[in-house]
């Protein structure tokens, strides 16, 4: 059988995206096949971090996702009685060339990255096309695809498994995916109701910290998305109904009890790490290798920090003999994060929100007085301090 000269990359959403980006910028022809017959337009992720655009930046598309989205420079903490606790991430001006977020549906940074890529040699997508077995040799790997009821067999010199949570190239790896399922399902509702007219000196994104039912705010175009965890006592009927939706939303601003409801996802949360995020010539980033919990907001970005750390050394190894000990530092640095910073951070996250440390308000008061600890913290969050330590290990 050919061999392709080209990386294969499973799943076209942002990390495969990205992946396919990286590897194009810089010179490696990429075939992406994706499941889907077209780009997913599921909302999902919106929240893009500092260094998160500073690598969308070095692709062509930071710009167009700024354009489409909004710019939070602050974000704060909330109990029910008001603000605890606001952060600016001006503060970290030297640590990044974009210090803020940026508020955006996952869907609109895939568009933007695949209509550039469609501009450029080297690239191509196929849709309807599910990468379902996997095999590899010494010199390519080889992929078994599900297309109109029929297989194939192809070639090529290394595959990126960026297929998502219920990953076929993690399954046909057969790498274990340790970790657990939180209790509560989250419900996230989308409405146009305006919270700023309703919440005293509410930003772009608020934690609203409480023992009973916890909650955040999150301001996208036109929207503000509200999420709640729920108790296995609600029924998923009963959840995603506006009714229930609505009482939900009065719980957080009361004039919001009759708001229209835009959209409903009900979800399950899990914190998972796969054991190992390379076998040869596969690797695994983003959601098929890792999960966690979205508040942070470090789900989507740390699968885009993965696939950026992993092209680069593809691209080296491209027209060099590769190194063994360079290819296998992607996962020394891209796993070892992920247990150090991404599942410990959100899981600290939303432990916080749930109160059960009486200190958790004053210790913030606290650190956002602090210059220094101010400045830390936001390292912290904004996940540059994670990218800081991968490149020391």
Known sequence: ???????????????????????????????????????????????FHPPTLDMLD????????????????????????????????STIADATRHPFRVQSEQFKLTRILHEALLRKQGYRIEFGCRVAGVEQDGGAVHVTLERNGSTQRRSGRWLVGADGARSEVR????????????????????????????????????????????????EIPGLWRVMFPLTETISDDEATSPTFAQ?????????AARCEIAHLTLYKVHQRVAKSFRRGRVFLAGDAAHLNNPLGGMGMNGGIHDAINLTNRLAEAWNDT????????????????????????????????????????????????????NYDYLLRVSMIASLRRAAAL
């Open 322 to 373: 590769p190194s063994e000990r360079e290819l296998d530092s992607y996962e020394r640095q891209r796993r070892q994060i992920t247990v150090e910073y991404i599942e410990k951070q959100s899981i600290q996250n939303k432990r916080n929100l749930e109160c059960r440390n009486i200190d958790f308000a004053a210790e913030l008061r606290r650190t956002a007085a602090d210059p220094r600890r």
């Open 247 to 255: 009482a939900l939303l009065a719980e957080a601003a009361p004039a």
């Open 171 to 218: 399954h046909a790896l057969g790498f274990e995916f340790s970790g657990f399922t939180w209790p509560e399902r989250f419900l996230v509702i989308s409405t146009p109701f305006d919270f700023r007219n309703a919440l005293e000196d509410l930003v772009s994104v608020s934690y609203v910290a409480d023992p009973m039912r916890w909650h955040f705010l999150l």
């Open 58 to 89: 070095d692709l062509g598309a930071a710009e167009p996702l700024m354009a489409h989205g909004l710019i939070a420079p602050r974000f704060q903490y909330r109990s029910r009685d008001g603000v605890i606790a606001t952060f600016d991430f």
């Open 1 to 47: 059988m050919a061999i392709e000269e080209r990386v294969f990359v499973a799943g076209a959403g942002p990390v495969g995206l990205a992946a396919a980006a990286n590897l194009v910028r810089n010179g490696v022809p990429v075939t992406v096949f994706e499941a889907g017959d077209a780009l997913s337009e599921e909302s999902r992720a919106s929240t």
